[in-house]
């Protein structure tokens, strides 16, 4: 109830400083585990994410955000679950693999930092381990503009991820990951 509350919150506070438009929210499924995998420009990513998409999102967010006083508290809250960068999170891989066989929706940063020149960077394997311990039907997502005030943000939806000539090469972790960061490359290039 607070997450739906917040979503419509932020959404009003959004639309009322950018320009919003959302493309391919139809290639979301409904139901079902789902992987929302997105470049990353701005701290502002996850709550736009969030507001567009017509899904309910799980992130997982840098472990430092919680240890702040009241964030740490908000974020879990908004059904964020944290994750030690740098290192292989047993506990968040674990988590995101119950939330998916929960049939709920993951979404990933797979930079796994903001991007400071706008241009996607090598993705993380945790994305690519997601999407091949799971069922998970893996949506590419792309972020283009800029959050100054008034300004236009696009947020595309790609199709889902065919995997299945990738899946016969038998991949690693990474192999699947950038095919999934080339996807977000793809919708990049396609929409600016």
């Known amino acids: 109830m607070f997450y739906q509350f917040a979503k419509t919150v ?16 139809e290639n979301i499924p409904k139901k079902g585990p789902v992987i929302i995998c997105s470049n990353h420009i701005s ?11 017509p899904r309910a999102i799980k992130f997982m967010a ?26 292989r999170d047993r506990n968040a891989l674990r988590t995101g693999l ?3 066989s929960e049939g709920k929706t993951l979404g990933l940063f797979p ?13 993380l394997a945790g994305a690519g381990f997601f999407a091949m311990r799971s069922e ?23 199709k889902p991820i065919d995997f299945k000539t990738l899946q016969k090469e038998k991949p690693g ?5 950038d095919e999934i960061m080339d996807n977000i490359k793809a919708l990049l290039e396609e929409y600016r």
């Open 10 to 25: 932020v959404k009003l506070i959004f639309i009322l400083m950018f320009r919003i438009k959302v493309i391919g929210k």
């Open 43 to 53: 701290n502002f990513d996850p709550p736009l994410v969030g507001i567009t998409s």
């Open 62 to 87: 840098k472990e430092e955000l919680f240890r702040k006083k009241g964030l740490g508290l908000l974020l879990t809250n908004l059904n964020a679950f944290p994750v030690k960068r740098g290192m």
């Open 98 to 100: 119950k939330l998916l």
């Open 111 to 123: 930079e796994g930092t903001r991007s400071k020149d706008g241009e996607v960077k090598k993705g």
């Open 136 to 158: 998970a039907t893996v949506i590419p997502c792309a972020i283009i503009g800029s959050y100054k005030k008034f300004s236009t943000l696009k947020v595309i939806y790609g």
């Open 173 to 177: 972790a990474q192999e699947v990951t």
